[in-house]
């Protein structure tokens, strides 16, 4: 018999498997009408779902608001940026943001661990506001302006090469990427650790009297949320050839926050709907007014009072529901196998 984590995970998996469907189907179409703009928005969609998804694994598992999470999405795109300009190498590129994040999430979480609650929240709020001004005026970043003449990629994935300039495959790539993000995050929460990491949440009070730290669960969640948003900011300038200091500025987390809320604290694949039905939004939206954000503020504000739960949130329940009755039902027909079997 599976326990309500386990049924839980399952109903994150089927989310994230009819996503993928949807996905596909997105492609077929966008490749065969040759619409670039909107695969090209549905990748970064996917990019930013990285930072989301990296806010849902401190919010909805660790019960922290992390308002600094853009702070190493920006570190993913800046390195990956200063990589791809001197050496196009989207191996090197990838791997040295990736160290670079995973350095810079040990030292914020030594830092941020510290403290609790709201300090927590402004804490992290506090290092990504300090380091955004380190770029935006330091000249050899670019300053103000960013960096620019990132070169289009030709990534070799052994079997082929494609380039970063094609939008389907470089879509299939970053698709691939979060995918691999998703599974590791997913099978991490449902390990002895991830359990751990839930009872903080729950209440962290009772865990050392099981005999566990409560420092370490919090740490490691947190470094692994930096490493996930590293990642995803790595794949940002091989998109769009430029990274700002914008990336690392509240509205970039803001809107992070909005897509987590949006699909569903807590269910992870959520985070990527959340991610894709914003980005649409603000580009359907925005192309009738430049007033758009005034649009989100209000999909921001029904969101919290009709679907306090997001829209994952929503339909999850039953969907666990289903699968533990299901459970159920194969369990009396599993024993009376193993009963006539003995």
């Known amino acids: 018999m599976h326990d309500r984590l386990d049924i839980s995970m399952r109903a994150n998996h089927i989310f994230f498997a009819a996503l993928l469907g949807i996905v596909a189907i997105g492609v077929v179409f966008a490749a065969a009408t040759g619409d670039v703009f909107y695969l090209r928005l549905a990748t970064e969609a996917l990019i930013l779902g990285g930072l ?16 600094g999470q853009a702070l190493y999405f920006g570190i993913g795109a800046y390195v990956s940026a200063l990589v791809l300009r001197d050496v196009p190498s989207f191996w090197l590129a990838l791997g040295t943001a990736t160290l670079a994040s995973l350095v810079a999430g040990i030292v914020g979480g030594l830092i941020a661990n ?8 402004l804490i992290t709020f506090g290092m990504a506001q300090v380091v955004a001004k380190i770029v935006y005026n330091t ?25 970063a300039g094609d939008p389907v495959a470089f879509f299939l790539l970053t698709l691939a990427v979060l995918t691999v993000l998703y599974g590791a995050v997913a099978y991490l929460l449902t390990t002895p650790f991830g359990r751990l990491v839930i009872a903080n949440k729950a209440n962290e009070k009772r865990v050392p009297f099981l005999g566990y730290s409560t420092w370490w669960p919090r740490m490691v969640s947190y470094v692994v949320a930096a490493l996930v948003a590293g990642i995803s900011g790595a794949l940002y300038p091989m998109l769009r050839g430029f ?18 809320i949006l699909g569903g604290v807590g269910t992870l694949a959520g985070a990527l709907y959340g991610a894709m039905i914003l980005t649409f939004l603000k580009s359907v939206v925005g192309s009738y007014t430049e007033h758009h954000l005034i649009a989100i503020g209000l999909i921001f504000i029904c969101a919290i009072l009709f679907l306090p739960k997001g829209l994952i949130g929503l339909i999850k329940p039953r969907l666990e529901t289903r699968l533990r009755d299901s459970e159920l039902r194969r369990a009396p027909d599993a024993e009376t196998s193993k009963g006539a079997t003995s």
Do not use: C, H, K
């Open 243 to 260: 990274v700002s200091p914008e990336l690392m500025f509240f509205a970039t987390l803001g809107n992070a926050v909005i897509m987590v």
């Open 139 to 163: 000249r050899e970043l670019g300053a103000s302006d960013g960096l620019i003449g990132v070169p289009v990629l030709e990534i070799p994935l052994g079997v082929a090469t494609i380039s």
């Open 52 to 67: 989301a998804l990296s806010v849902d694994i401190l919010l909805g598992f660790g019960g922290l608001l992390s308002l």
């Open 114 to 121: 510290r403290v609790r609650g709201v300090y927590f929240a």
